[in-house]
């Protein structure tokens, strides 16, 4: 018997099935991330017979498949002979542009019968070639969202969160994005206490809110090309609660304010202001979501000094309050 009950086949009272579905050239994170969400929520849930999931893979014909990144996976079975499974997950990776209109019709046929579908990354252009995005909120990798709106205008395609849900259909944007939803899943199926030991284990936050944004602000903003400037904006980050002004950062770099504010925008991508903004709102986000600091304490430590300064923040850049944002990451598992 398989040391992993996940993938021991056995299924009994609230076990639900996985099937994932494998193509050349996949992602091979897109299907090894929630593959293992899901395989390691049975050391907290269910029991050795009757474990939280079982996960299968699953190719057209059956056959070997090889990733985006040259390795060699082996389906479990072929799709005509997978069952109806409770969740169908379709990674993405550049094989989805050439994946197949044998797979496509499949997906067409068989999502309808399976309770929840995601995608992960690029999957979504899979879903979207099987007409089951039509008129549907999706969300894809950042760098694809403008490609999938193009070829598929009939899809609402959100640019901003790392996953969405519109009903039974789950999009979720690059890569990690995958492991954030199937701990979503994971916490809506067996609960909070399940997924916090899943999460331990996997060393990554219980749940980054579905409406995140898909870039943080170091990554939305460009790293500096100067070690000078560089620095500042690693220290600027660290010390959120300190003067982050345009003056003060400019002494920090040895520049002057006006050298150092058109040299930030020309190699960050955004003013200094712009960038100040977005590291607190992205370190309060975070602490809302994760801890149970007091809000004026988070605003304190972010440096936005008074509950008011870091409501007037959220309102403008979220369009909701603090207290809002705390309350709907707490009851939203997945965005939707």
Known sequence: ?????????????????????????????????????????????????????????ASVGGRVVRTAGGLRLVPDLDLADAEDPDLLLVPGGPGVEHAGDELVGWLRDR??????????????????????????????????????????PEVRVETGPIFVRDGSIYTSAGVTAGVDLAMALVEEDHGRAVAHEVARLLVVFLRRPGNQPQLSAQLAAQAARSDSLREVQHWATANLAADLSVPALAERAGLSPRQFARAFADQAGVTPGRYVDLIRLEAAQRMLADTREGVLRIARHCGYGTQEGMRRAFLRELGVSPTEYRRAVADTPAAG
């Open 111 to 152: 999502a309808a019968r399976s309770r929840r579908v995601v995608s992960v990354c690029t999957g979504a252009w899979l879903l979207a070639e099987a007409g089951l995005l039509r008129g549907r909120r999706a969300t894809t990798h950042w760098e694809a969202c403008a490609h999938l709106a193009r070829l598929h």
């Open 1 to 57: 018997m398989s040391n992993d009950p996940s993938r021991a086949g056995v299924a009994g009272p609230g076990t639900r099935s996985v099937l994932v579905v494998l193509f050349d050239d996949v992602q091979p994170l897109d299907v090894a991330g929630p593959l293992d969400v899901f395989s390691l929520a049975a050391r907290y849930a269910g029991t050795e017979e009757a474990p939280p999931y079982v996960v299968r893979t």
